[in-house]
């Protein structure tokens, strides 16, 4: 069977992903509590998307582009790793090793899409449209949703404070206000009912 060379390399690029299934997050499943990975994060983050566009400070966004944004944005923790949130970490070494992620997964698409995706995955890393900071929103909100729903059980693993909470989601606000006061709330709920530490 002859296999034109772009569909091997679209085809390889597809089974090289299905790692991403491996990659463990903090962050648990609200059923089970067993920890979520980062195929099933994206692919939440793709459904906020599209049914909290509306939301957006900028109503006009490119949701299709913004759904590709959440479905790419994590790809680079196949060699990279996740980093929890909440641990201290060198935020320049993170960056060094997601850019030599980057090179190597997406390099291996056809160049067409080896640009797009790359040129996507950067947009989502630098918040600066309104696509990139509402999939940034949503990447912040939905962890926030699972800690609250299994009445806190990674915040409260791994002692983490209200200050902490508020410190990394506080951007949420800069992709939706509406999403961002709703986090507020389900921030100071979560506090009220001991899910969360205050402080």
Known sequence: MHVPDKLQQQISFLIEVDALKQVFRKATLIKDLRAENDAEHSWHLAMMVILLSKYSNDTEIDVLRTVKMALIHDIVEIDAGDTFCY?????????????????????????????????????????????????????????????????????????????????????????????WEYAKQLIDESVQRGYLLDG
């Open 87 to 179: 641990s201290p970490h060198d935020r320049d070494q993170k960056t060094a090793k997601e850019k030599e992620a980057a090179n190597r997964i997406f390099g291996s698409l056809p160049d067409d899409q080896a640009r797009e995706f790359r040129l996507l995955w950067e947009e989502f890393e630098e918040m600066k449209t309104s696509e990139a900071r509402f999939a940034a929103a949503v990447d912040r909100l939905q962890p926030l949703l699972l800690s609250f729903n299994t009445q806190g059980h990674t915040w409260l693993k791994y002692s983490v404070t209200r200050s902490q909470v508020i410190d990394r989601n506080q951007h949420i606000e800069k992709g939706s206000e509406v999403l």
